[in-house]
Each structure stands twice: as C-alpha cells, then as structure tokens.
C-alpha cells in the first residue's frame, strides 16, 4: 500500500511539473513546433512552394532583412514564387532554436540562429495552433557583430536615407 501510495505522489508531482495547468505536454508541443519549422525550411531548400506556404497561416507576415521587405502572405508569395520556380528558393540550416509556449499551448514564439547564404542570420517568429501549429508572424534579420556596427552604417547611411526619405513623403 505504502509503494501504491508513493506511486501516486510521484505520478502527480510529476504531471505537475511536465505539464502546464491545462494538462498541455509543452515537450511535445515544443517537438511539434520544431518539426513544423525543420520541415519549413527543408521546403524552402526543395523548392517546395505548396508545403512551404501550408506551414504559413493565411493571415501570416514575413519581414525580411531589407527594411522594404514586410510581406503579407499573398505579397510574400508573389515576392517568393520565381525564387521557387527556378528549383531552389533558400537554405536555412538552424544552428540553435529556442521555442517558448503559453500556458494554453496554443501560441508559441522562438527565435532561432540559423546558417544561411547571407551568413549566420536570426529568425524569429510566433506561430499559433488552432488544430495544427501555423507560422503567424517570421522576421528574418542579419546578425552584425557589435565590433564592425559603425562599417556597416557608412556602407548603409545613403540608401538607409533614401528609404527614410520615400516612408516620410508617403506618411
């Protein structure tokens, strides 16, 4: 009775720990999250149109790593098919990623390091599941080392204010 007994602490103690208030298990959600964002990316390195805008939601938004690129999915599309079309849209091989999840275990964000033909970048992004997890929102970004920031803004400063220039006159 007594090994019954200790059974069960260890069985509550345990849930409580591994899952969240409303029973989500966040290891496997997490799992699920990864699998949908490896999966997107090899979709991308496959030329694989259809799967990678599955993993989008219909409402989704890329921001990309020119301060022109913030694309709704249909303008993302438009921007990305050629790209797809000619064989090999990108590939991004994730270094690291770290995956935080709600309570509810339907609203996760991450960020992710990921190894590219720009060098090393950033993602990161908010995905939301409502039977099945979707990309909602992904920001591409170029990781610039602090040492070599002031290079980068001489090389960026005339175009960084021709673009400052046209977002004001259309403001």
């Known amino acids: 009775m007594k090994k019954v007994a200790y059974f069960i602490v260890f069985i509550t103690l345990y ?3 591994t899952n969240t208030p409303s ?4 290891a496997v959600e997490k799992e699920r999250i990864n699998k949908v964002l490896n999966q997107w ?8 149109f259809d799967a990678y805008f599955d993993a989008m939601s219909t409402t989704s938004v890329f921001i990309g790593t020119d301060a022109s690129e913030n694309w709704n999915n249909t303008a993302f599309k438009k921007f990305s098919k050629p790209y797809f079309d000619r064989g090999k849209a990108w590939s991004f091989k994730t270094i ?3 995956i935080y999840l709600n309570d509810e275990g339907n609203f996760a964000w991450f960020d992710e390091l990921l190894d590219t033909h720009m ?3 950033r993602g990161s992004g908010v995905l939301k599941k409502d039977t099945v997890w979707k990309i909602e929102h992904y920001v591409l970004s ?13 090389i960026t400063k005339k175009r960084d204010s021709i673009f400052l ?3 004001l006159l259309r403001n």
């Open 23 to 26: 029973g989500v298990d966040k």
């Open 119 to 121: 060098g090393i970048c």
């Open 142 to 154: 170029l990781t610039i080392p602090n040492e070599v920031i002031d290079e980068v803004k001489k």
């Open 96 to 98: 690291e990623r770290t």
């Open 165 to 167: 220039a046209k977002k």
């Open 41 to 48: 990316h090899k979709s991308a390195s496959e030329a694989d």
């Open 15 to 17: 849930s409580c720990c």
